[in-house]
């Protein structure tokens, strides 16, 4: 099984059939919804960043001990509203030194690239963009968390299948993924891989504070069903609109092309933000639209 791929409209919104499509399957393909002058630019701005970031800044953080160290928490629960740099599993030696360069190292950066650069600013806040998440039903739209996702060659993990509201939770869900293919993806190098029209079963995972630590808690059956999984090839350029509660996961990258990609999560500022989420903003940082 394949799903329908559609090209985007002059200004964005989606036709009926993409509406139609996006409610029956939880997911939503969009081919050349950005130009490749556009992704080789968020990309160019991606590797300026990494260029002048210094890995010895946070090695003690990752080294050794691993990402459950007190420190490595700390790190990822602080950064909804800034630009952190982390790291793939095994990226660092037993002695703290990274094992191979620091391009090819990254995990991802997050989780605030949409407010903190100008380059991502302007990718993210598209009015095509804009017009989409409405026609979606989205009626006000806050952008709340943006990464890039570097999947490098070799060693690039594997994302476990879950669902983004688990992760970002309104009441009701409103919370919904805009993943655009800074490259080709794949089957070889790691493509999304999603269940489609498994979302209208509800929420089955909850990831929250209880306390000062992040738990996840089981609110409904464990086993997805592997067995109407379908690869969500993207072209470079292709945005793929993820409802939150539709499952997907993606495979390690075991080839020698990396496959990096922009992920966008953008809530409903009519719904209630829940306030256990990991997420957080300082208060000069309000959640914008686009
Ligand atoms: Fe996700």
């Given amino acids: 099984m394949s799903l329908p791929r559609f090209t985007p409209t002059p200004d964005g919104s989606p036709t009926p059939a993409m509406v139609e ?10 081919d050349g919804f950005k130009t490749p002058a556009e992704c080789d630019a968020l990309r160019a701005r ?15 953080i990752f080294e050794a001990s691993g990402s459950q160290s007190h420190a490595a928490d700390r790190y990822f629960q602080e950064s909804g509203d800034k630009m952190r740099f982390f790291f ?7 002695t703290g030194e990274l094992v191979r360069d620091k391009h090819g190292a990254l995990n991802k950066i997050g989780h605030a690239m949409h407010d903190l650069d100008p380059v991502f600013e302007a ?7 804009a017009a989409l998440a409405k026609g979606l039903g989205i009626a006000d739209p806050g952008l709340i968390q943006s990464m890039i996702i570097f999947k490098p060659p070799q060693i690039g993990g594997e994302v476990n299948c879950h669902q983004d509201a688990t992760f970002l939770h309104t009441e009701p869900v409103s ?10 993806a794949d089957e070889t190098n790691g493509c999304l891989i999603g269940i489609p029209g498994v979302h209208a079963g509800g929420l089955r995972e909850l990831f929250q504070y209880q306390g000062d630590k ?11 069903p592997a067995e109407r999984e379908v690869c969500l090839a993207a072209p470079k350029g292709t945005l793929v609109v993820l409802h939150g ?15 990096e990609a922009y992920a966008l999560h953008v809530i409903d500022r009519q719904t209630r933000w829940s306030p256990g989420n990991w997420l957080r903003r300082a208060p000069e940082m309000p959640v914008r639209g686009f």
């Fill in 123 to 129: 990718f993210s806040r598209d009015q095509r963009l």
């Fill in 175 to 184: 919370v919904t993924g805009f993943w655009f293919a800074l490259e080709d």
């Fill in 46 to 60: 991606t590797h300026g960043l990494v260029e002048n970031f210094d890995p010895a800044t946070v090695a003690s």
């Fill in 214 to 224: 992040l738990v996840m808690t089981k609110l409904g059956e464990k086993d997805w």
């Fill in 245 to 259: 509660l539709a499952p997907h996961r993606s495979a390690p990258n075991a080839s020698p092309r990396s496959r």
């Fill in 21 to 30: 499509a996006y409610r029956r399957d939880g997911f939503l393909i969009i």
């Fill in 88 to 94: 793939e599993k095994g990226a660092f030696g037993p």
